[in-house]
Every structure is written in C-alpha cells, then in structure tokens.
C-alpha cells in the first residue's frame, strides 16, 4: 500500500479498498484530483480501488471527447466489466480537456492501478466552484465505505452499492 493511503475492508463483500488521502471522493465511487495547471484549475478523476473492485476485470471504456461540457452528476461514458456495466458520471461540472486514452487499449489499467495509470479525463473546472465541490475527503469516504464505522450517522449499508446502481433511498448520486 502506498504512503498516505489506508486500506479498510468493505464488510458486506469481505474487500480491502484503498482510499488514498489527497483526492475528493463521490458518492458513486470516484476519485477526484484538482490541480492547478498554467493558470487552469483541471479536475482528474479515476473510478476508485472499491468501484473497480466491484465491476471486476474491466474489458471496454467509453470516454468522453475532448471539448464535451459536462455538470456534475451528468452521464459522460461508460465501462463494461466482468460483473457489471456502468455508466460513467462527471462528478463535477466542467469541459474535458484531456482522455487516457491508453485505457481505449487496456481498460485493465483501471483494475491495475485505479488511482495512476487507470485515471478516465481531465475537466477544466471553475476554480470558484472547488470550495463547495460535493465530494467527500478521503475519511469521510472511508467512512462512506465501512458505514459501521459511525462517523456518518446518515450513510448505511443500503447506500453503498456498485458505481450506476439505482440510488436507495436516503442515498445520493453525484
């Protein structure tokens, strides 16, 4: 396990997942880094270790085109795996500006490496809009993930379910 992650086991499927500090997480189990790039404010975002886990071994990625405007929450792509098909969500609203395209011929590196090689695009987003993002840090989501925990009285085990499945309710998408 790499430095500044923590690995916790999601109890209902006995599966570590790594939840690295330093990026936001979505409800829908992706991960968000935002950088600062010669003046832009860009958002990289990955599916994270549990939603990979979840799908199993990922055999096709659809990615949204550079240019294609997206709000958060919005349908932008989608992944086919071994278990599951799901769509893809932009967590956050913004323009693509750059695809992995590397995943076009091996989806795999999103099992692989989830959080590095396995990243989906890059959106340029409002550098205003970064402080009220709808993401979770990295211990809330952990949180999120192992709802025994008790440090968010309002998730339980019903609301976490694999990337695209139909929100419970009390539970958000996005």
Known sequence: MNEGTSQIRDTA???PSDVPDGLLYSEDHQWVRVEQRAGLTIARTGLTDYAQDVLGA????????????????????????SKAV???????????????????ANPGLMNHDPYGEGWLYELQIDPASVSSLPLLGAQPYRA????????????????????????????SHG
């Open 13 to 15: 499927n006995d599966v």
């Open 58 to 81: 990922v055999q096709f990625v659809a990615l949204p085109p550079v240019g294609a405007v997206f709000n958060a929450a919005e349908p932008c792509g989608e992944a086919e795996a």
């Open 86 to 104: 799901t769509d893809l969500y932009s967590p956050v609203a913004g323009s693509v500006v750059a695809v992995n395209d590397a995943l076009l």
């Open 144 to 171: 999120f993930l192992d709802p025994q925990s008790g440090d968010l009285q309002s998730v339980g085990p019903q609301s976490v379910q694999p990337p695209g499945a139909a929100p419970t309710a009390g539970a």
